[in-house]
């Protein structure tokens, strides 16, 4: 999955929990609380949505690393390619 | 048009979601209804067959307007009765023969007889086609003014954020206004629960995940078990204690604003029932599709700030609640455990209950109820 997909993605599951977020004003490394006004139910929810869009396990700890576009469009494609069979 | 808050007054009428004729049972969504805190699914209460619908879409309607009839199981066809306050009939509907005895949806308010209110305020509401019996006065004895009909009016023409904002000013001022707060803190050690809860999640799968919030609602309702005169209503100068607890939850809406929807028996749900509960509840609030009986019955408010780092809060209650308990920000900080001082998580935690129903005795054992109760997380 590119970046750009993986981008999209991560702006839709954003969308299911934000469906107001206007994708133009988002700044890419800046926190999606500060930016949204979301809290932890809603952030949860957001990394329910990448887990089953792209079904791989996603560990709490790792939560931080989901808070901004850049962020978790980089740590997305990281755990994909963990994640992928081996040849 | 079921009640949806203490300070509703009417609510427009947007689809109907059910067909005269079709069978409906106790909890079917039969409309959607547009009000000062959005969108609304009203429920069925009454299972039966529809007879007729009285209302159009696009209507606005007072609180306690007849809506609907319809005709419960076994019920032999009959003239309707209309309710003292119904409205005219939409166009269409006019005249509309139903059949059947009449099972509103709702039961209608009191018509506005012994209404207190100035002879102006009578006046102008009658210019401004008000029902003085939808509004709460600010005079002497709680009579109706001048002004709290003008305040109305301008309400009616008000916009989405500035009717909310009214709706809840409204709501917070009657219940400064007649309920006499006091108010409780305490501080309880979460260091137990939130190590038992890392531990339970690094074993859940990401949908399964709980967060610490659950835990104290959780705890709030179990406690309330054993004190019952913080779960109910206050209603015609006395107290009515609620069997079920119907926990509301103050969520902050993005656009302004929040409101307080229930998860119902929050006491018998188990933690992961509970946290798909507050999921679900907090996704519809904030983005539409809340049901009439969440708003119209929880028995007690829950809010927490703690995310926005307020160190305790000083809630004010929701009427006809009669508590509301608070949640601050939790923070690691220095405190004694067997004599030594230690770094735990902390959370502060506050009560506001009204001095009608209960004194500040019983309401410090019920905060340390919810304390204690913390300490033994595998237990909720």
């Known amino acids: ?87 | 048009m079921p009640s949806l808050g203490a300070d509703m007054e009417a609510g427009t009428l947007v689809e109907w979601l059910k067909k005269p004729g079709e069978r409906v049972a106790r909890g079917d969504i039969i409309a959607v209804v547009e009000t000062q805190k959005g969108a609304i699914e009203i429920e069925v209460f009454e299972p039966g067959t529809i007879e007729t619908f009285l209302a159009e879409p696009g209507q606005k309607l007072a609180v306690g307007t007849v809506m609907a009839f319809i005709r419960g199981e076994g019920e032999r066809a009959a003239a309707p009765v209309v309710a003292p306050i119904l409205p005219a009939p939409a166009p269409g509907s006019s005249g509309a023969p139903a059949r059947a005895k009449p099972a509103p949806i709702v039961q209608p308010v009191p018509a506005a007889g012994a209404v207190r209110a100035s002879p102006a305020a009578r006046r102008r509401a009658t210019e401004l086609g008000i029902d003085l019996a939808k509004l709460s006065g600010s005079g002497p004895a709680g009579a109706i003014t001048l002004a709290d009909v003008e305040a109305s009016a301008k309400a009616g023409r008000a916009g989405p954020r500035e009717a909310m904002r009214q709706v809840i000013g409204a709501a917070m001022a009657r219940s400064k206004r007649e309920i006499p707060h006091y108010y409780l803190g305490d501080t309880i050690d979460l260091e137990p629960a939130l190590e038992w809860l890392e531990a339970e999640n690094l074993k859940r799968s990401v949908p399964e995940r709980m967060l610490y919030s659950v835990l104290l609602l959780k705890a709030v309702a179990l406690a309330l078990n054993g004190y019952p005169e913080f779960n109910g209503f206050w209603i015609d100068d006395g107290f009515r204690p609620s069997a079920r607890v119907h926990l509301g939850v103050a969520v902050s809406l993005r656009q302004g604003g929040l409101i307080a929807p229930a998860i119902h028996d929050a006491d018998r749900l188990a933690l992961p029932e509970l946290m798909a509960s507050l999921r679900d509840l907090v996704r519809r609030a904030r983005s539409g599709g809340l049901r009439s009986s969440e708003l119209s019955d929880p028995t007690i408010t829950v809010t927490s700030l703690g995310e926005q780092g307020t160190e305790s809060l000083f809630p004010v209650i929701y009427p006809p609640q009669v508590a509301i308990v608070g949640f601050g920000t939790v923070a690691a900080r220095p405190w004694v455990v067997a004599g030594a001082v230690v770094a735990r998580r902390l959370v502060s935690s506050s009560l506001a209950a009204d001095h009608r129903v209960s004194d500040g005795h019983r309401g410090a054992r019920f905060l340390s109820a919810v304390g204690r109760l913390l300490q033994e997380p595998q237990t909720l």
């Open chain 1, 1 to 87: 999955m590119t970046d750009e997909e993986l981008r999209k993605l991560v702006l839709s599951a954003l969308a299911s929990v934000v469906p107001e977020l206007e994708e133009a004003t988002l700044v890419a490394d800046k926190s999606f609380r500060d930016q949204l006004d979301i809290d932890s139910v809603d952030f949860l929810n957001y990394v329910i949505a990448l887990h089953e869009a792209l079904k791989i396990d996603i560990p709490e700890a790792d939560d931080p690393q989901l808070s901004t576009l850049n962020g978790a469009v980089a740590y997305l494609g990281r755990r994909l390619k963990q994640q992928a069979p081996t040849p």
